[in-house]
Nanobody, 122 residues
């Protein structure tokens, strides 16, 4: 099991940027693919981005391509999500997740963080 703690959320104006972090502890971080998901009020959890265990492969939801960047530092057991040009509709709780296989489906992730709130104002 991997314990995950997200940080870096907050309030930002539309068009602004935030960098989320996901610190992992427990089992070997480098053995897991890492995903970011988000959930807005009254909506289902939505895939954002995923990165392979090595960091050599990434995949994004179409809605965030070109604006968000997922990365990881295995030496620090931390994954990141750089979010630029944020939109009001991207207000949500952002979660990181760890799984043996990278996927856009939440079903493939075994361990989840508690989430960090991102609020984008107009």
């Amino acid at each position: 099991q991997v314990q995950l703690v997200e940080s870096g959320g907050g309030l930002v104006q539309a068009g602004g940027s935030l960098r989320l972090s996901c610190a992992a502890s427990g089992r070997t971080f480098s053995g897991y693919s890492m995903g970011w998901f988000r959930q807005a009020p009254r909506k289902e959890r939505q895939f954002v981005a995923v990165i392979s265990w090595s960091g050599g492969s990434t995949y994004y939801a179409d809605s965030v391509k070109g604006r968000f960047t997922i990365s990881r530092d295995n030496a620090k057991s931390t994954a990141y999500l750089q979010m630029n040009s944020l939109k009001v509709e991207e207000t949500a709780v952002y979660y990181c997740a760890a799984g043996p296989v990278g996927s856009a489906s939440a079903d493939f992730y075994n361990d989840w963080g508690q989430g960090t709130q991102v609020a984008v104002s107009s």
